[in-house]
């Protein structure tokens, strides 16, 4: 079964074609970073705009390069939610307007459930379950125990700050460019990490849940006292506080719910220091760590695809009547369909 997948929740506009729920044939991404980045972050009026001028080229594209037309494709899918909702209304209508005039099935898919099995699809073990699976972006941070696909329970998330805008809240503080992740993971290369002793927020506390926002701040406080500082060192030293506690509640709940096998998703899951940290702790303890290349990690509609091959069966198919619901969660294992 070939799955057309839309997905324009932020600022990537993007369509992929994916076989039986694993096999990417194509997933067209085109980002609008170099648009947003002279205002330092997303502006949604521009996103919206950009997103309606490439989504049908970018649909033909991914229909194109999967050597197929519409007519091969059995499903159209589409993030519904969460996301800005003038950036969502884009995807999700085009997505309903094909599937209306061709006579396909329409699923609409959670944009946060898709990342938590986008590690799965990208390693083709779809029955690697159960995981406990960390989804870190600019938008979110959540620790959940997946049990089978559509079936996860939230352990934790961020009570303020996602990790990821964090770390663009720190670039935008020392003056670096957006997005932040990747520029303060250049000059942490370069940089001391114990040279700075910021705070692990949360790391011992009994809950999953996370914290960001005190460590935005101290290092706020950390440069205004120390205007000579290095920004290497400051770079590294944030840095490795958010992977420490990003590893530590990933470790200590395999550890409470004997679970072996664990993922990571969302853009801050590229970061070269956290994959390195997170896997020398699962081979210390001989668990299997799921990751995802970079193109699968970050927003991309292939895993919107993905996932609505496995909703379909089980009564995920939504009907035209679906809107855009930018403010939901991952849930609790509910099936995507809004009305279910
Ligand atoms: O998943 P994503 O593309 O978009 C959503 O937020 O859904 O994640 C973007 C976030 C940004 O905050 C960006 O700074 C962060 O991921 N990021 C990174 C890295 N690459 C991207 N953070 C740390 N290290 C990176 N290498
Ligand atoms: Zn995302």
Redo the contacts with the bound molecule.
């Keep these: 079964m070939k799955v057309l997948g839309v997905e324009t929740?932020?600022d990537?506009t993007s369509a992929a074609v994916v076989r039986d729920g694993v096999e990417i044939l194509s997933n067209v991404i085109s980002s609008q970073v170099a648009l947003h980045r002279p205002y330092g972050g997303v502006v949604p009026e521009l996103a919206s705009r950009n997103h309606l001028q490439l989504i049908d080229t970018v649909i033909e594209q991914a229909l194109a390069e999967a050597r197929t037309s519409i007519d091969g494709i059995d499903v159209v899918a589409a993030t519904y939610g969460p996301g800005l909702a003038s950036s969502l209304l884009i995807g999700l209508n085009a997505a309903k307007g094909v599937a209306f005039a061709t006579g396909k099935p329409f699923v609409g898919i959670n944009?946060v459930e898709a990342?938590l099995y986008s590690p799965l699809l990208a390693n083709a073990v779809p029955d690697a379950l159960p995981t406990i699976s960390l989804i870190v972006?600019?938008?979110?941070t959540i620790l959940a125990h997946a049990t089978a696909i559509g079936k996860h329970t939230i352990l934790g998330q961020t009570v303020d700050d996602?990790?990821?805008?964090a770390?663009?809240k720190v670039?935008k503080l020392l003056g670096l460019g957006y997005?932040?992740?990747?520029e303060?993971?250049k000059r942490a290369e370069h940089g001391n990490p114990a040279s700075i002793d910021f705070p692990r927020s949360m790391l011992h506390d009994e809950s999953y849940n996370f914290s960001f926002s005190g460590l935005k701040t101290s290092v706020l406080y950390f440069l205004r006292k120390n205007p000579q500082h290095r920004v290497e060192d400051v770079c590294a030293s944030f840095?490795e506080a958010v992977v420490d506690v990003l590893v530590g509640k990933i470790v200590r709940a395999t550890i409470e719910l004997g679970v072996n096998t664990v993922s990571a998703s969302?853009?801050?899951s590229?970061?070269?220091r956290?994959r390195e940290k997170l896997g020398a702790e699962c081979a210390r303890r001989h668990l299997r760590l799921l990751l995802a290349p970079a193109n699968l990690?970050?927003?991309n509609a292939a895993m919107i695809a993905a996932l609505a091959y496995y909703k379909l069966p089980s009564g995920g198919q939504a009907d035209f009547s679906l809107e855009v619901a930018p403010s939901i969660g991952l849930g609790a294992g509910e099936l995507s369909c809004p009305h279910a």
């Excluded at 972006?137 to 979110?140: D, F, I, K, L, V």
């Excluded at 996602?162 to 805008?165: K, S």
């Excluded at 997005?179 to 990747?182: E, K, L, N």
């Design positions: 929740s932020c990537e944009h990342h972006s600019g938008g979110h996602a990790a990821g805008e770390f663009d670039a997005p932040g992740g990747p303060i993971e840095q969302g853009g801050v590229i970061n070269r956290f990690c970050t927003d």
